[in-house]
């Protein structure tokens, strides 16, 4: 069903869901600026700092599916407000945690409540923008998801000894508040066309069928766990450690590292933003840009293997700004499908990134503890794990060039 926005209410919606973007990335990401006093408060391992990052994807991995299916049926206004109470709740809890299983707890429920909204705005555009104008509010959200990934670092680097980590959390729950005042007022509401009223109750496994089967979700699926998932789990979290613990930086340069990395991102994504219409006018699609952009993340990665101590702030921003190619493949999945069936399809592949995410966090710190516990020192046990990781981005580019092979096999839009 069409529901086309004017220009300028348009403009106000994606300003109002990209300021709610913004607050969830700079809560995906704090956790690597608050690591050196939350391991020293909790007395953490690297495996439970991993686990804590990773809580957060965690519960956003958890609400997924059955959140797409929500989406296309009561559409973004409705969702997110809903969602958003329990990142509110989260914060708080947060703040006041004097135990590290709380504090997980409290990072599960964070990631619950944040987890439509990046899916809300997209299942929306899928509605009221047109494919380029899709593809460019995709880009400048993730620009706006790397500028809260800005504040997350030298921002909170710099409050920290002022107020503390604790009122930073709660003075988050209270922006949290602010925002769902600003998507009440500004996001539409969702009109339902009569075919999608009137389809039978489906379980919720069962409504994601046409998505699962999918030759275009199949076939980005690997490349979006490793590639994309890796890219946030090392933006958010193991960039920092790594330039800590195998570059020797001080907290402060680390902190300083992530603002650049993240101020690159911020750079990329606008540019991505600016080029993708220009880009499907010419017939260059998501998944050419893939195939061509793909071997310089397994470059990158590899340079950050063999470096070692000598990695700079610089190769980590090469390696997050290779990887940014992979971003076009969530709108690509979207715009694969009817819009009645683009929130499920948009939840379902944010489940495989964030689920990724979750693994490639919490697995990089196992492997670490565990390389030390077999006698490598710090530094190596990091480079092997990075090489690990490095193997499964090969064998998810593998799959895509092989699953692309024969694109007669395409399945149609679903409808």
């Known amino acids: 069903m069409s529901q086309t926005l004017l220009a300028a209410h348009a403009v106000r919606v994606f300003l109002t869901l990209a300021l709610a973007y913004f607050l969830s990335t700079l809560m995906r990401t704090i956790t690597a600026t608050l690591s050196p006093v939350l391991v020293q408060t909790f007395t953490l391992s690297a495996s439970d700092l991993g686990l804590l990052a990773g809580g957060y994807f965690m519960g956003f991995a958890f609400t997924q599916l059955p959140m797409g299916k929500a989406l296309?049926?009561?559409?973004?206004?409705?969702?997110?407000?809903?969602?958003?109470?329990?990142?509110?709740?989260?914060?708080?809890?947060?703040?006041?945690?004097?135990?590290?299983?709380?504090?997980?707890?409290?990072?599960?429920?964070?990631?619950?409540?944040?987890?439509?909204?990046?899916?809300?705005?997209?299942?929306?555009?899928?509605?009221?923008?047109?494919?380029?104008?899709?593809?460019?509010?995709?880009?400048?959200?993730?620009?706006?998801?790397?500028?809260?990934?800005?504040?997350s670092t030298l921002p909170v680097q710099w409050l920290l000894p002022l107020v503390g980590w604790r009122p930073i959390l709660a003075g988050m729950a209270v922006l949290f508040v602010l925002v769902m005042l600003l998507i009440r007022w500004q996001v539409p509401e969702w009109h339902q066309d009569e075919a999608s009223a009137s389809a039978p109750k489906e379980s919720v496994w069962a409504s994601y069928r046409p998505v699962w089967r999918n030759h275009t979700f199949i076939r980005l699926t690997p490349i979006g766990f490793f590639c994309y998932g890796g890219l946030v789990a090392m933006q958010t979290l193991w960039a920092s450690p790594w330039l800590m613990h195998v570059s020797g930086a001080s907290a402060k340069d680390a902190a300083y590292g992530l603002f650049i990395i993240n101020l690159a991102m911020l750079g990329t994504f606008w540019t991505w933003g600016l080029i993708n219409p220009w880009l499907t006018k010419k017939g260059i699609d998501a998944q050419r840009l893939i195939a061509w952009?793909?071997?310089?993340?397994?470059?990158?990665?590899?340079?950050?293997?063999?470096?070692?101590?000598?990695?700079?702030?610089?190769?980590?921003?090469?390696?997050?700004?290779?990887?940014?190619?992979?971003?076009?493949?969530?709108?690509?999945?979207?715009?694969?499908?009817?819009?009645?069936?683009?929130?499920?399809?948009?939840?379902?592949?944010?489940?495989?990134?964030?689920?990724?995410?979750f693994v490639i966090q919490w697995g990089f710190g196992l492997l670490v503890d565990g390389l030390q516990?077999?006698?490598?020192?710090?530094?190596?046990?990091?480079?092997?794990?990075?090489?690990?990781?490095?193997?499964?981005?090969?064998?998810?580019?593998?799959?895509?060039?092989?699953?692309?092979?024969?694109?007669?096999?395409?399945?149609?839009?679903?409808?």
């Open 293 to 357: 952009g793909s071997p310089l993340i397994l470059i990158t990665a590899l340079q950050l293997v063999i470096s070692g101590t000598q990695t700079s702030v610089w190769s980590w921003v090469a390696f997050c700004m290779s990887c940014s190619v992979v971003s076009v493949a969530q709108p690509a999945v979207g715009m694969a499908f009817d819009s009645r069936l683009a929130g499920r399809a948009l939840s379902a592949y944010n489940l495989v990134i964030f689920l990724g995410v």
């Open 373 to 415: 516990g077999l006698g490598l020192s710090k530094i190596d046990a990091y480079r092997s794990a990075l090489a690990v990781f490095l193997g499964g981005c090969c064998l998810s580019y593998l799959h895509f060039l092989w699953y692309g092979r024969d694109n007669s096999a395409q399945t149609p839009h679903a409808s």
């Open 72 to 151: 296309d049926r009561h559409g973004p206004r409705r969702v997110q407000l809903l969602f958003l109470t329990m990142a509110v709740a989260g914060c708080l809890l947060f703040a006041v945690a004097e135990q590290f299983s709380v504090l997980l707890l409290a990072r599960v429920m964070v990631g619950v409540g944040v987890s439509a909204c990046l899916m809300a705005p997209l299942t929306g555009y899928r509605r009221w923008l047109s494919p380029g104008a899709q593809l460019r509010a995709n880009s400048w959200m993730l620009m706006t998801g790397s500028l809260g990934m800005l504040a």
